[in-house]
């Protein structure tokens, strides 16, 4: 399928997988020759599409005349692209979107529900009341967008919230039933919704200077002089980027002046207290932030990354050869087989476990629908595991920094110190926890030494 839309639909059809929905679509637009333009907005409909799903089909179970989990998967997802066009695309005419999402059908070989599809699109474009209506004082006619506007309804869409809290947030700020009643019991109403607001957040591009390559003066005034703006981070060398668009397209891209990173993830590896000299571990290390940062603070030797990935492996030693960073050893292995000899140790390892990615759900559009009780159980003792192993491969003296971007206490600190109560030779050192409430993403590290 071709255009920003179909380039759209493509993606969302492989969505739910393995990959992140962000590599399925850079995949398709690899392949297509669309205008810069058209490349912003097929990012915006696909990633915004999988982000809003929940709401979107909040909505559409109340116009549809066809109970949605009856719904040719094709047919589903072509309906959630639309009804994201209308209601929080503005900049998209009505007609537009109805017609565009209407010829997707009548293109494939379910043409036959195209009357379904424009009936559905049509019959909720009438229903909508921009900005007002008649029960706009009623929550279950409306919800507030996250440009902060609202849309209203002609009719109750969503369930009350004075009888289903738990329901009501979910619907209209788009996440899974079970992880809003999981936080609300945990953190109440008033965190458990700014947590919602920031899985929902359209994040921009965050950067990490690396050290020592341009002044930050410099860095700034290079990518103003390309209209980018810059916003300072909260950690010494970060930077928000208004814009966005493609780092690949950035000054100082080539040179090495920078890799992409969040800045809660950005406080990682400062604190594993890594100096020139030691040796270094690090597990799990796609996509390669961390590998980066490791290797400029130990002097570019000593650093061994790790991903059971290959094409990872591959991303992590092309992005460390474009930094300069060759000293570093990337091995594509599976923690439970790392191909060292049983006796080697080393004095620093980093863990960066694979995880609900709760903290960072504004990065990650798909892991919300990824999230319930069996998932959570499965990823605990995958962590669990991987850190058990980690351990066996810390020096006398040594630390080990184990780090998620989760919310969830059983995959921070509450696995952390009950891995290290099996052992009397580790203790637990510290942790640090940051939430979404500063306006990035949430996460933290936890710290073990290996006492001798």
């Avoid at 679509?25 to 097929?42: C, E, H």
């Amino acid at each position: 399928m071709k255009g920003p839309r179909g380039i759209a639909l493509s993606s969302l059809l492989k969505v739910p997988g393995r990959e992140f929905v962000e590599e399925i679509l850079d995949r398709f637009l690899a392949k297509s020759d669309l205008s810069p333009v058209d490349r912003r907005l097929a990012r915006e409909l696909t990633l915004g599409t999988v982000r809003m799903r929940g709401t979107i089909d909040s909505v559409a179970k109340v116009f549809s005349k066809r109970p949605l989990e009856k719904l040719d998967r094709f047919v589903h997802e072509v309906v959630r692209l639309g009804l994201y066009q209308l209601l929080f695309c503005d900049r998209i005419p009505v007609h537009a979107a109805v017609h565009e999402t209407v010829q997707l059908v009548k293109k494939s070989s379910r043409r036959r529900a195209s009357g379904y599809v424009n009936a559905m699109l049509r019959r909720i474009s009438d229903s909508l009341k921009r900005g007002g209506g008649g029960g706009s004082n009623d929550p279950r006619f409306g919800f507030s967008r996250f440009d902060g506007t609202t849309l209203f309804f002609d009719r109750a869409v969503f369930p009350d919230p004075e009888t289903d809290l738990g329901g009501y947030l979910a619907a209209i700020h788009s996440h899974p039933r079970f992880l809003v009643d999981r936080w609300l019991s945990r953190h109440g109403r008033e965190r458990t919704e700014v947590f919602l607001l920031a899985g929902n957040r359209r994040p921009a591009l965050s950067l990490r200077q690396v050290s020592g390559r341009v002044e930050p003066e410099r860095f700034r005034e290079a990518f103003e002089s390309q209209g980018l703006s810059l916003t300072p981070g909260p950690e010494v060398g970060t930077w928000f980027v208004a814009k966005g668009g493609d780092p690949r397209n950035y000054p100082g891209y080539q040179e090495g002046w920078f890799v992409v990173q969040d800045p809660t993830q950005a406080q990682v590896v400062p604190a594993a207290n890594v100096r020139p000299g030691q040796r270094i571990l690090e597990l799990c290390a796609a996509p390669g932030g961390k590998t980066a940062h490791l290797a400029e603070i130990a002097g570019g030797e000593g650093v061994v990354a790790v991903d059971r990935d290959l094409k990872r492996t591959r991303k992590i030693a092309s992005g460390l050869k474009r930094l300069g960073f060759s000293g570093v050893i990337v091995l594509c292995a599976d923690v439970s087989s790392l191909p060292f000899r049983e006796e080697e140790t080393f004095d620093r390892i980093l863990l960066d476990v694979p995880c609900s990615n709760t903290g960072v759900l504004a990065r990650r559009a798909e892991a919300r629908w990824r999230f319930h009780g069996e998932s959570l159980r499965t990823l605990i003792e995958s962590q669990r595991k991987l850190l058990r192993v980690a351990l066996t491969r810390l020096a006398s003296g040594g630390v080990l920094t184990y780090s998620t971007c989760s919310l969830e206490e059983e995959e921070n600190e509450g696995l952390v110190r009950s891995v290290v109560a099996e052992a009397p030779e580790f203790r637990f050192l510290r942790g640090v926890m940051s939430w979404p409430e500063k306006g990035w993403g949430g996460g933290g590290f936890w710290q073990i030494e290996h006492s001798g």
